[in-house]
């Protein structure tokens, strides 16, 4: 299973940015995918979630600005963030996690998209 993640880039504070992510792959059902982030010099923190049932969770520091969704037939996840500020810079991450056709449980990790908020 493999994770492409797209729409990063530079924007202005208060700006608006979409993320996409697509997993691909021998895929029998995906129970969740969400985004990651990592600034330098951080951890990783949790951005937000959507699960199989359309649960969601959000971190604290982006509640209210970002919005995960999801197109399942497109096994595609979206992360609507607006609102932008400085320190929301970080390498954002896909992650996604399921089963294959095999039966194999499987959590994959995209390569991570650039998303740099500057004026």
């Known amino acids: 299973v493999h994770l492409v993640e797209s729409g990063g880039g530079l924007v202005q504070p208060g700006g608006s940015l979409r993320l996409s992510c697509e997993a691909s792959g021998s895929i029998f059902s995906i129970n969740g995918m969400g985004w990651y982030r990592q600034a330098p010099g951080e951890q990783r923190e949790l951005v937000a979630i959507i699960h199989s049932d359309d649960s969601t969770n959000y971190g604290d520091s982006v509640k209210g600005r970002f919005t995960i969704s999801r197109v399942n037939a497109e096994n595609t996840v979206y992360l609507q963030m607006n609102s932008l500020k400085p320190w929301d810079t970080a390498v954002y991450y896909c992650?996604?996690?399921?089963?294959?056709?095999?039966?194999?449980?499987?959590?994959?990790w995209g390569q991570g998209t650039q998303v740099t908020v500057s004026s």
């Open positions: 992650n996604g996690w399921g089963y294959e056709h095999n039966s194999k449980t499987y959590n994959t």
